[in-house]
């Protein structure tokens, strides 16, 4: 599924005239501004697990137990394909469409935030709400970055942990 909406991201920028640098935000971020915030997603994901215990015990049972073939498929697919596919959606095609409109930079990050969140729906209210404030960095990143690469590191970043 990740490597079927990565794909048809380029369509339908093609279709809506967006470009991939500027439009996508498909180019390096500035090294600096993408490590602070890294560092403070990050903070922002050990913080909350350490006080709320969203990620639940560390328990390895499940990659012992499974063949190593599913655990890379886990993490690819998981860790690096779907932090991939949403970015390129949320903080890239979404980002393009909604920055022009009345929301300007803040409403678009905030919406964006939301609605991300809130495809979360099978996680508990306060997982969501720690998800929505996730997305809000992630779209501040977008913004002062003026790339996708950023957002995408970190939600590796996060989806890593979060997986583990």
């Known amino acids: 599924i990740p490597l079927i909406a990565i794909a048809a991201v ?4 093609r279709r809506r005239r967006l470009l991939l ?7 390096p971020a500035p090294v600096g501004e993408a490590i602070i915030f890294l560092l403070l997603y990050g903070g922002w994901m ?7 215990g969203w990620r639940g015990p560390w328990d390895f049972t499940i990659w012992r137990q499974s063949p190593v073939w599913v655990d ?12 991939i596919a949403e ?12 920055i022009r ?3 300007r930079v803040i409403g678009t990050i905030v919406v964006l935030a939301a609605v991300w969140a809130g495809i979360h729906i099978d996680y508990s209210a306060l997982v969501i709400g720690i998800l929505f404030i996730a997305g809000v960095l992630l779209g501040a990143a977008r913004f002062r970055t ?11 970043l996060w989806n890593f942990y979060a997986v583990w």
């Open 10 to 13: 380029f369509p339908i920028a």
């Open 21 to 27: 640098q500027s439009d996508l935000g498909i180019r």
């Open 46 to 52: 050990l913080t909350t697990d350490a006080l709320t």
């Open 72 to 83: 890379v498929l886990r993490v690819v697919a998981v860790g690096i394909l779907g932090p």
């Open 87 to 98: 970015e390129l959606i949320f903080r890239g095609l979404l980002y393009a469409f909604l």
């Open 101 to 103: 409109t009345r929301l």
């Open 146 to 156: 003026g790339s996708v690469l950023a957002p995408i590191l970190m939600h590796i």
